[in-house]
């Protein structure tokens, strides 16, 4: 069978609790480099799983995915979230999104190797990096992404599975993610913030602007670039010049 279902099959069972939210772009796209060994971090911050805590990991890069792969040996199951489709033909982008893909492909076997059960709590995966790079530059391929509230569980679903915090890995809080998590303390949720080298804090979730609004989706999707097969990339046009009248061409 063909490898990019079976890699994607093993991040996201059929049967578990949490594959609704796996996305599959990064999986239709291989690595072009050979495999290679790699080593995952320690996680002694994580909280032990124990059915009531979810992780969100937002790292930049690789490190997320390997982080959790390292979630994974604890017994939590990891979702990816990355939704930004790699530069065809090895184009620059805005979002370098290789060593994910490799990382995906070369832990597939470790992941396969934990023998996670079915209910296994989540440990979301996100990429620190998402939103860096110039924004809708000519000529560059623009695979800027953002999570919205509809790319990961409600509240209401969280907690009928039984999770009461969610445990957040990041050097920051970023406005997309503040957005799901003020959701999620609104309904009772508690939220836990660990910064590496610091120490583990309750998060208040302070309300963000056009919040639970229809603006928000709508002014942040105008800023991003879709792509027709999912997810997020596509190439800007460059402005050419005609007739003394300028416009975007192809390219």
Not at 129 to 144: C, F, L
Not at 237 to 244: A, F, N
């Amino acid at each position: 069978m063909d490898e990019r279902y079976n890699t994607y099959r093993i991040w996201a069972p059929d049967d578990a609790l949490w594959t609704q939210w796996a996305k599959p772009v990064l999986f239709a796209h291989p690595p072009q480099s050979d495999p290679w060994p790699i080593t995952l971090p320690e996680v002694s911050w994580a909280p032990r799983p124990d059915g009531y805590t979810a992780v969100i990991t937002d790292q930049p890069g690789a490190s997320g995915v390997l982080e959790g792969l390292s979630l994974a040996q604890l017994g939590y199951r990891p979702v990816p979230l990355y939704n930004g489709v790699p530069a065809p033909n090895n184009q620059a982008a805005s979002v370098n999104v290789s060593g994910i893909i490799s990382v995906l492909y070369n832990g597939a076997a470790q992941l396969s190797d934990a023998a996670l059960p079915t209910d296994a709590p989540p440990a979301f995966l996100l990429d620190a990096n998402r939103m860096n790079g110039q924004a809708k530059q000519p000529g560059r391929y623009d695979n800027r992404w953002c999570v919205f509230p509809q790319d990961m569980p409600s509240a209401d679903f969280m907690i009928h599975q039984g999770i009461g915090q969610v445990f957040v890995h990041a050097d920051s809080i970023p406005n997309d993610l503040t957005h799901i998590l003020r959701r999620y303390q609104e309904k009772g949720i508690r939220i836990l913030h660990f910064r590496d080298y610091g120490a583990v804090r309750e998060l208040e979730v302070i309300r963000p602007s056009h919040f639970k609004g229809l603006m928000y989706r709508f002014s942040t999707m105008l800023g991003l670039t879709q792509n027709a097969a999912g997810g997020f990339g596509g190439r800007i046009p460059e402005p050419t010049q005609t007739s003394g009248e300028r416009f975007y061409g192809v390219g």
